[in-house]
């Protein structure tokens, strides 16, 4: 058994595909089905190119609904009943402040003012994402609404690619997005796939392993992607009820069985604070999490255990 991976630049993010393999052509032809899986639902999903489905929903809020893929339809709902969980800490419909409100190129110098930021997220409200079962039509109620699905987009394709992967008989492997991962199966060497935590700190250096073969992790860290504004570090996860930069946690690893639901609760966590985000992953079967905030301090979940 040998490990197989290819790394490339898809949906905007670094992904890492791994096969577990006895032979070498078998390895890469699964590499290319799990890409080709990534690449389609990319097309779906992305709000860069005009003709997709969600260019199409974006384009028609406040105008009529939008009939789409059965696939698209259960995503939405899908995020917004993770929505309704979070109370709206998490939510597909930021995409009204993105890029527009915040832009975290690094060229920002100045925080918008708090009535700037209020202005934009007026916008932002999942109750205001009408779905029809019988009909699959999607309908944006305000104009100028923009749903987007950065959020849960990268765990959604990671846990597809992962899944026909399994469907085609590849025992092991990891479909790793930018640091949202699924795994499953066992290393060449018989022992379980393990993950280092970073520290936010210095996101070269691993402060402890998880064991994650058969679970799924991903991880929002304001060391990923921010801005400096006077000296200080603003994170680009935003609160969608403020639309201004969460502070006093750094980063928030989440672990569980599918890397859709890792993707779409990493976020949240980190904008419910650690209160209130510990005490909804402990309601959860099956979900753990890590946090670490401003000071360095790690609190974790129920039932976790790091090495």
């Known amino acids: 058994m040998q490990k197989y991976s290819e790394s490339l630049k898809l949906m905007g993010n670094n992904f890492t595909i791994t096969v577990v393999a006895d ?3 078998f390895a890469l032809q699964n590499i290319e089905i799990a890409i080709a899986e990534i690449r389609r639902i990319e097309q779906l999903l992305t709000t860069f190119r005009p003709d997709s489905q969600t260019s199409h929903i974006n384009d028609n809020a406040g105008i009529e609904p939008v009939v789409v893929d059965a696939e698209v339809f259960n995503l939405i709902q899908r995020s917004i009943a993770i929505s309704k969980i979070t109370q709206g800490a998490f939510d597909i419909s930021y995409g009204s402040i993105d890029k527009s409100l915040w832009n975290f190129d690094r060229n920002m110098t100045a925080l918008p003012t708090a009535e700037q930021a ?5 916008l932002i409200d999942y109750r205001n994402i009408i779905t029809d079962s019988e009909k699959k039509t999607v309908f944006l109620r305000e104009k100028g609404m923009r749903i987007g699905f950065g959020g849960i987009g990268k765990g959604y394709a990671a846990e597809m690619a992962k899944q026909k992967l ?6 092991s492997g990891i479909i790793n997005a930018s640091g949202d991962l699924a795994a499953w199966g066992l290393q060449p060497n018989g022992k379980p796939w393990t993950i280092g935590i970073a520290d936010p700190d210095q996101p070269a250096v691993i402060f402890s392993y998880i064991e994650i073969s058969e679970k799924a992790v991903a991880t929002s860290g304001n060391y990923e992607k921010f801005i400096m504004i006077g000296g200080r570090k603003y994170s ?3 609160d969608p009820k403020t639309g201004l930069p969460i502070t006093g946690i750094k980063s928030v690893t989440v672990i569980a069985d599918n890397a859709e639901f890792a993707d779409a609760m990493a976020t949240p966590i980190a904008v419910m604070g650690i209160e209130a985000g510990l005490f909804l992953v402990n309601q959860i079967p ?6 670490i905030d401003d000071d360095n301090k790690v609190y974790t979940s129920q039932n976790i255990n790091l090495t």
Do not use: F, P, Q, S
């Open 236 to 238: 680009h996860t935003i």
């Open 286 to 291: 099956d979900l753990h999490c890590i946090i």
């Open 118 to 122: 209020r202005k934009m997220v007026y």
């Open 166 to 171: 399994l469907a085609n008989g590849v025992k």
């Open 23 to 25: 032979e070498k052509d």
